[in-house]
């Protein structure tokens, strides 16, 4: 046992002795002369420092507690300075920022003030002007000024002033500006704009006070909201109309700014089945109607007419929808009203239809294919139908990439109208019968630069003088694209380009170079995407060449990947080529062994937006390609 504990048990023992005698002393009371002397109570603390003092008053190392509580105020009492004394650091701090910032620092507004002046709204077509108001307020005058104005493309400048320094970039020089002074610049011009839009005018001012050795900026933004156009139209035509009626329809403009209007645009999509007079004034047969209007003064109008006819299979409401633009100084169309107009078709006694390849929407077909069309007449009313002749019309400037002599006519002749059925073909429809003629016209394998690409067909008859036509199908053909891949060991002059054993051997390695070709024409041909993936036992060697685009490996999902963005007709071919390797096991003795999975080819025809899909087979090492390697491509010990 320690000293310490000993001290400690003999201070417990002594103040326990004490204790016990203390409470035998106050419990036993003692007589005196005969009576029992009880004698007087002493205060608890008393009696309680009188036992501390009995066991410690007889030690000389005695705890000075005051002192210690002495040495504690001491260090509070630093700590409470230093706070206080670092408290009143940051007050002097502030304050002195504060002082700084308010008397002796100048804002922008303090030295240069910018602004753009321009209404919040304009009418598209109606003249604008505009105004920059620039300020120096300082008592220090500004040692260079430069201000660029920023306005939209479609605005067209009418005057400026005071005259730019650079045109092209609207730059103003100002060069110095006293303290005190100011200057505007005014511009003047026509706002054209899309409705509704909303288009900003910037404005940058670079200047340095003189008292400065560098450049400050001032930056303003202006917002201009368009809801409204000077151009307003309208669609006029009847309420009602039978298939094969002859309809007379008119577009109103009208300008109703107080200035000229240029360059206005008319587009008008037609319902499908609307056959629009190929002689309108102002379009092209075959296109979407669109007129360009040089100018419409101001509070005038114009008035565009155009002439036309259902086909018999469209019943109900059919919506004509108008769109007027202007054509900006970039050449894009703002547009600046949307009008629609329609005319209730009442079903007609007779229907002819038209399906090419099973469809009667407009479809793309491909070179070397036959195009199958199929046409129908059929008698809706009650009386019989007789003598009723048919015509199908393929409509083009070019001639068509059609092989006549092979083509099936089923009954028709050929004429310079069209192919045509006679009564003889069609002979007498009753109530409800239905005469269908099925045709099929073999398409050219390549399409020379004398015959069209596109066409449209449309089946026509003649009903009491009236003619019904069917909905026009447009044929597009797409782009002659051919995709090949092949396997070799050596080149077509007999030069190695794999290396190893061949015919392969177990547990060697032998490579072989893989050759992807895209062969194309007619049209540009855009997103080319061609990929395989490698069997397992099957490695990468890393080694490609790419006329275009780029070639890669995943070793992931061992996937090559073969991508070309643009591929213009002008281009004939492209290739790409890369090596793999095979190390044969005893479970490929006697076999071909499997190099590549069958390649897929995927593009896009920019003409027709038809997407060309074509997959090859897979490769093996028999490589039919390669005459070179004939019969080496089975495994051997």
Do not use: C
Request: charged fraction near 20%.
């Amino acid at each position: 046992m320690s000293a310490t504990k000993r001290h400690k048990t003999t201070h417990e023992e002594d103040l326990a002795h004490h204790a016990e005698t203390f409470h035998k002393k106050e419990a036993v009371p003692h007589s005196h002369n005969g009576h029992i002397h009880h004698p007087t109570a002493k205060p608890e603390d008393e009696l309680m420092q009188e036992g501390l003092n009995a066991i410690y008053g007889d030690q000389k190392d005695t705890v000075d507690f005051s002192k210690l509580d002495r040495a504690k105020n001491r260090f509070t009492n630093f700590l409470l300075k230093t706070i206080g004394f670092l408290g009143v650091v940051a007050v002097i701090a502030w304050s002195a920022y504060y002082i700084y910032t308010k008397y002796f620092t100048t804002s922008e507004a303090d030295t240069f003030i910018l602004e753009i002046v321009a209404p919040d709204e304009i009418v598209s077509g109606d003249d604008a002007t505009f105004e920059i108001h620039y300020k120096n307020p300082s008592a220090i005058p500004l040692a260079t000024l430069e201000i660029e104005v920023k306005l939209p493309p479609a605005y067209q400048l009418g005057g400026l002033n005071p005259a730019p320094s650079d045109l092209e970039a609207l730059t103003w020089k100002i060069g110095t500006l006293p303290a005190g002074s100011d200057g505007t610049i005014s511009i003047t011009g026509t706002w054209l704009a899309s409705v509704p839009s909303s288009m900003p005018i910037q404005v940058f001012a670079n200047y340095r006070p003189s008292n400065f050795n560098a450049d400050f900026q001032s930056i303003k933004t202006a917002y201009i909201s368009s809801f409204s156009s000077g151009i307003t139209s309208s669609f006029n035509g009847p309420s009602e109309a039978t298939p094969g009626e002859k309809l007379e329809y008119s577009l109103v403009l009208v300008n109703e700014s107080q200035s000229d209007i240029n360059n206005i645009v008319a587009e008008l999509q037609l319902p499908n089945g609307f056959f629009i007079d190929p002689d309108t004034e102002g379009i092209t047969a075959g296109d979407q109607p669109l007129w360009e209007i040089a100018v419409i003064k101001a509070g005038e109008e114009k008035e565009i007419k155009f002439t036309g006819t259902f086909a018999a299979d469209n019943v109900g409401f059919q919506y004509f929808d108008l769109v007027t633009s202007l054509r900006g100084n970039d050449k894009n169309l703002l547009t600046q009203s949307k009008t629609q107009g329609f005319t209730d078709v009442i079903g007609s006694n007779v229907i002819v239809q038209l399906v090419a390849n099973g469809s009667t929407e407009n479809i793309n077909t491909e070179l070397d294919s036959d195009l199958r069309v199929s046409i129908s007449i059929e008698n809706t009313g009650e009386a019989p139908i007789e003598d009723a002749e048919l015509l199908l019309d393929f409509q083009s400037a070019k001639p068509f990439p059609v092989v006549w002599n092979d083509a099936d006519l089923d009954q028709g002749t050929i004429t310079s109208d069209g192919i045509i059925w006679g009564a003889d073909s069609i002979g007498v429809l009753k109530k409800g019968d239905k005469k269908i003629f099925n045709l099929t016209f073999p398409i050219e394998a390549s399409v020379a630069n004398d015959k069209t690409d596109e066409f449209t067909i449309v089946a026509e008859t003649t009903l009491q003088n009236l003619p019904i036509r069917s909905t026009p199908i447009k044929i597009g053909i797409n782009s002659e694209a051919t995709f090949t891949v092949k396997a070799r060991y050596y080149s077509e002059s007999g030069a190695p380009l794999g290396t190893g054993p061949l015919p392969p051997v177990i547990g060697k390695e032998t490579s072989y170079k893989v050759f992807w070709s895209v062969q194309n024409s007619l049209h540009d041909l855009e997103n080319i995407q061609i990929s395989a993936t490698l069997p397992p036992n099957v490695v990468w060697k890393n080694t490609i060449s790419t006329d275009l685009g780029s070639l890669t490996y995943t070793e992931v999902n061992r996937t090559v990947t073969w991508k070309v963005a643009q591929l213009p007709r002008t281009i004939g071919i492209i290739n790409a080529d890369f090596e793999i390797g095979i190390v044969p096991t005893d479970n490929d003795l006697g076999k071909f062994i499997k190099l590549i999975s069958g390649s897929s080819f995927k593009a896009v025809d920019t003409k027709t937006t038809a997407t060309l899909q074509e997959t090859t087979s897979t490769l093996d090492s028999e490589l039919p390609e390669d005459e070179h390697a004939s019969g080496n491509g089975i495994v051997a010990e």
